[in-house]
């Protein structure tokens, strides 16, 4: 027998993006071939998708853990990573995804709605992309960045038109499968419906979904048998109804007073439910007891403003007059919904005195500050910190973007604790590459230089033959050796 789950905790993670190669490309004849090292490609998504084929977040309860697929590395020869596999997780129609603390993040309803839950990492950038007239040939690349994470809590609401609630065994899914070709399971005692139940009628023109709600008993929004943990499926229904079993024989119990307890707990779990709640059906008075019930609860009901209707789901007797009003019903409530809004696509420009940072002095120590931004924190989490080249570039953008002037107008001196995402610095003002000559540059290591391709033009022929020629030295025998010149026999 397959289990209903309708509220789940999941752990997402995203893809993490492929790391960006360093890479010079090597080919005969070709000693300065240039960089080539391809970019790696970002990480998969973590996405969900509403299908109306799935009716359960059962898949979810057996494999709370989801993670998207990683993004490829670069390569050398100008070849890119792959990016990662999306993670799809297909959730049933009525969905709603909140984080642990209640906040909420998606609401899904439609088929084919679509949110992303976790976006994946960037892909860092290979050396080729990131070469310049002034940096021709990185000995660096950009590290990938890591997928998000994050706990999700997956609720499912079920989306019905009437909603059907009482106490255990009044007759709900006897009366869904009198209307409907839904077929639930049936017995005679309490507590037999354990998963809401869900059909489609239709009453002339109109067809319109009904769903029953496991029997609800005082307590229940305080937790007391089932019905606290099937409340959220009527939520969204239109049109409440309360079915009243008109044959029991339980002491203390009467159509009104069951009333007046199902109003109360409704009203526990949320206060607009009440005035969803319209319409009375007196069901099982094929019982001849209860058939002369009817005439004595009819009036106080009436009273409460709801609409009665003595029916039978064993016979089939007011199924027909029910089935209209409950379409009448639901009609109005269709035509009150305000109509959609146009979808408006809104262009929110960048306000001009915004620098995409902020720097924050650290209230616990006179000598740290805090810098926050997308883009200093991103290039912090791409920065390989075992290359001198790679720390040197991210010190030139985080000079380009501004921060370093920010800082000192801030106050931080030399030797300063300067944080940026996860990682502390040391604040020691620099100077961008390609500002300095290249005396100046090297005792900084030449930051920004490669005296490869900084070296003269290739030798010409005629060059390298006048070279060779100027490298001889012709013999010339001044002196005429005689024998007493000649070193003396050691005998």
């Known amino acids: 027998m397959a289990a209903f789950v309708d509220r789940v905790v999941v752990h997402v993670a995203a893809g993490n993006g492929g790391h960006g190669v360093a890479s010079i490309h090597r ?10 090292g391809g970019n790696g490609g970002n990480g998969g998504d973590v996405v969900l998708e509403v299908d109306p084929n799935v009716h359960t977040l059962l898949d979810f309860h057996h494999h709370p853990h989801q993670k998207a697929g990683n993004g490829r590395p670069g390569a050398g020869s100008n070849r890119h990573g792959a990016r990662g596999e999306d993670r799809v997780l297909r959730v049933p129609p009525g969905t709603v995804v909140s984080t ?20 994946g990492g960037k892909g860092g950038l290979g050396n080729a992309a990131l070469a310049n007239p002034r940096r021709k040939a990185p000995g660096f690349a950009l590290l990938g960045e890591p997928g998000e994470t994050l706990d999700a809590v997956i ?4 989306i019905a038109d009437v909603g059907l609630v009482g106490f255990p065994s009044a007759g709900k899914s006897s009366l869904i499968a009198a209307m409907s070709a839904a077929r639930p399971k049936i017995a005679d005692y309490p507590f037999t ?19 029953d709600v496991p029997g609800l008993i005082p307590g229940a929004s305080e937790g007391r048998g089932l019905g606290l943990e ?29 009333i007046e307890a199902l109003q109360h707990e409704l009203a526990q779990y949320r206060e607009d439910l009440v005035d969803r709640l319209r319409v009375a059906v007196l069901n099982k008075i094929d019982v001849p007891d ?5 005439d004595l609860v009819r009036e106080p009901l009436e009273a409460r403003g709801l609409e ?28 009150a919904l305000p109509e959609p809004e146009p979808v408006r696509v809104t262009l929110t420009p960048r306000a001009v005195d915004d620098s995409g940072f902020t720097v924050e002095r650290d209230p616990d120590d006179e000598g740290a500050f805090t810098v926050r931004g997308v883009k200093p924190e991103r290039w912090v989490r791409q920065t390989d910190f075992t290359n001198d080249e790679a720390v040197g570039f991210l010190a030139d953008r985080l000079n380009r973007l501004g921060v370093e002037d920010a800082l000192q107008e801030a106050g931080a001196q030399e030797g300063d604790t300067i944080v940026i995402g996860d990682v502390a610095f040391d604040f020691v003002p620099t100077l961008p590459a390609g500002t300095l000559s290249a005396e100046e540059t090297a005792g900084l290591g030449g930051r920004g230089t490669d005296s490869r391709i900084d070296a003269p033009h290739r030798v010409r022929a005629e060059e390298r033959l006048a070279a060779k020629r100027a490298r001889r030295v012709p013999y010339e025998l001044t002196e005429t050796w005689t024998d007493d010149d000649l070193p003396e026999d050691d005998e």
């Not at 993040?105 to 949110?115: E, K, N, Q, S």
């Not at 199924?319 to 639901?330: H, M, Q």
């Open 290 to 294: 209860a058939r002369e019930l009817v």
């Open 230 to 258: 099937f409340l959220r499926h009527i939520e969204r229904c239109a049109v409440l109804v309360h079915v009243v079993d008109m044959a029991t024989m339980e002491p203390g119990r009467d159509p009104e007073s069951d």
């Open 27 to 36: 080919e005969k004849f070709k000693p300065l071939g240039g960089p080539d």
């Open 193 to 211: 419906t354990l998963v809401p139940n869900l059909g489609v009628v239709r009453a002339g023109d109109t067809v319109f979904t009904m769903a």
């Open 100 to 119: 642990p603390d209640g906040r909420v993040i998606a609401d899904l309803v439609g088929a084919g709605t679509r949110v992303v839950l976790a976006h």
């Open 308 to 335: 009665v209707f003595p029916v039978s789901a064993a016979t089939g007797e007011g199924l027909r007059e029910l089935g209209f009003a409950l379409a009448r019903a639901v009609e109005e409530h269709r035509a």
């Open 155 to 158: 609720e499912l609401k079920s």
